[in-house]
């Protein structure tokens, strides 16, 4: 089911109405919508965008509008590679072997 798609069920009947919904997709489960969440892939509830470019801090490569990689969290990991990116310690593996802490 994609977002943003209703959904009628054809079996029973809600007081003479069909039941429906609407699917919202969260799928950085920061509790802002991927419709409207300015980075959906990573979770950040406050949606800072610091240089205003539409992009969300986390996920921005120049957040402050340079060329300079972000590092959000200023650990020396950039947001991209960072499991923790707004602060605090996390780790991950990556899809390709790299197992990263930050």
């Known amino acids: 089911i994609a977002e943003g798609t209703t959904v009628t069920i054809s079996q029973g009947v809600l007081f003479g109405f069909p039941p429906s919904f609407t699917v919202i997709l969260d799928g950085d489960t920061d509790g802002i919508n991927d419709d409207v969440d300015n980075c959906p892939s990573i979770a950040n509830a406050n ?10 801090d986390v996920c921005d490569e120049t957040p402050n509008g340079d060329t300079d990689p972000n590092d959000l969290d200023g650990d020396g990991t950039v ?11 996390a780790c991950k593996l990556f899809d390709d072997g790299r197992f990263v802490c930050g």
């Open 47 to 56: 949606q800072q965008d610091t240089d205003n470019d539409g992009t969300g």
């Open 79 to 89: 947001n991209d590679e960072d499991p923790s990116p707004e602060g605090g310690f």
